[in-house]
């Protein structure tokens, strides 16, 4: 239940991206500011939940990254959160799924 909860939040970051996204101004700034800031509170607890949240939370910083609209401190921040996504994900994946690419097929359960 407290997975889909958190999907539904990335959704609706998701849905709000192209919104904040179009011409810089500050209040775009500001919005995306506070996107970054609320992935940053979140991801050290959430991202090894499951695959799922890995690939929606990589969409939300690629689609960010390329933008085009963000700041120099924005492209950093979103790349610094981006690596730290990953290596997570890296630590993890093998447990979760060890038939994904990099996962370990000696972990397998089932």
């Known amino acids: 239940m407290v997975e889909q909860a958190i999907l539904t939040v990335l959704n609706l970051i ?3 991206l192209p919104l904040v996204m179009g011409p810089q101004n500050q209040q775009a700034a500001t919005a995306i500011e506070k996107i970054i800031s609320a992935l940053e ?3 050290p607890e959430i991202i090894t939940w499951s ?3 890995y690939k929606v939370v990589t969409n939300i910083l690629l689609t960010l990254q390329h933008s ?3 700041t120099p401190d924005q492209v950093a921040a979103t790349q610094a959160l981006g690596a730290q996504v990953d290596a997570a994900w890296a630590a993890v994946v093998n447990q979760i799924d060890p038939d994904a690419p990099g996962g370990d097929p000696a972990t397998k359960t089932a």
Do not use: S
């Open 14 to 16: 998701v849905a709000i």
């Open 41 to 43: 509170g979140i991801l």
């Open 51 to 53: 695959d799922t949240i």
């Open 68 to 70: 085009g609209t963000l």
